[in-house]
């Protein structure tokens, strides 16, 4: 069974760059090494109207961690 680990900042910044180069969730997903759902998650988790911005989803994920 694999083990749950969060995003890293440097994760989260590649998939805002590789998300507007207009590459799929999936092949994203193969590029980080993460499942696909992860990949899911975070942008569904941290997208706005704006789009997906990823020192706003870094922000917003510590927030939630030390709460």
Do not use: C, P
Request: glycine content about 6%; charged content about 30%; hydrophobic content about 35%.
């Amino acid at each position: 069974m694999k083990t749950y680990r969060h995003l890293m900042r440097e994760q989260r910044y590649q998939i805002e760059v590789l998300y507007r180069a207009g590459l799929s969730r999936r092949a994203i997903a193969r590029q980080l090494g993460v499942s696909d759902s992860t990949i899911v998650r975070e942008l569904k988790r941290n997208s706005r109207y704006t789009g997906y911005a990823a020192g706003r989803a870094q922000a917003v994920a510590q927030k939630r961690r030390h709460t």
